[in-house]
């Protein structure tokens, strides 16, 4: 079992940065991949970033390569997402999830565990 908790999220104006972190609980933290997703209501959970067990490999959605990066530190058993040049569209509830998706990396149903996420506003 592990538990994930999100915080780093806010109001910016667009063009500006956020740093998300999620904390994990338990001691297995290094043996799963870590991916956040974002959704607002009435859409799709959309897949953003993920990251592999021990760091090295990491995919992006297209929208955001070149504004945002996932990385991890396994000894804090913490995963973040640096976002810059935010843009309105990037507003949503950004979740952090914990699997093993496999070659799934962008599908939500392949991760077992989630946060209850943290609020990201990008004013224009």
């Known amino acids: 079992q592990v538990q994930l908790v999100e915080s780093g999220g806010g109001s910016v104006q667009a063009g500006g940065s956020l740093r998300l972190s999620c904390a994990a609980s338990?001691?297995?933290?290094?043996?799963?991949?870590m991916g956040w997703f974002r959704h607002n209501p009435g859409k799709e959970r959309e897949f953003v970033a993920s990251?592999?067990?021990?760091?090295?490999?990491?995919y992006y959605t297209d929208s955001v390569k070149g504004r945002f990066t996932i990385s991890r530190d396994n000894a804090k058993n913490t995963v973040y997402l640096e976002m810059n040049s935010l843009k309105p569209e990037d507003t949503a509830v950004y979740r952090c999830?914990?699997?093993?998706?496999?070659?799934?990396?962008?599908?939500?149903?392949?991760?077992?565990?989630w946060g209850q996420g943290t609020q990201v506003t990008v004013s224009s």
């Open positions: 999830a914990a699997g093993a998706p496999g070659v799934r990396w962008s599908d939500h149903r392949a991760y077992d565990y």
């Open positions: 990251i592999s067990r021990g760091g090295g490999v990491s």
């Open positions: 338990g001691r297995t933290f290094s043996s799963y991949v």
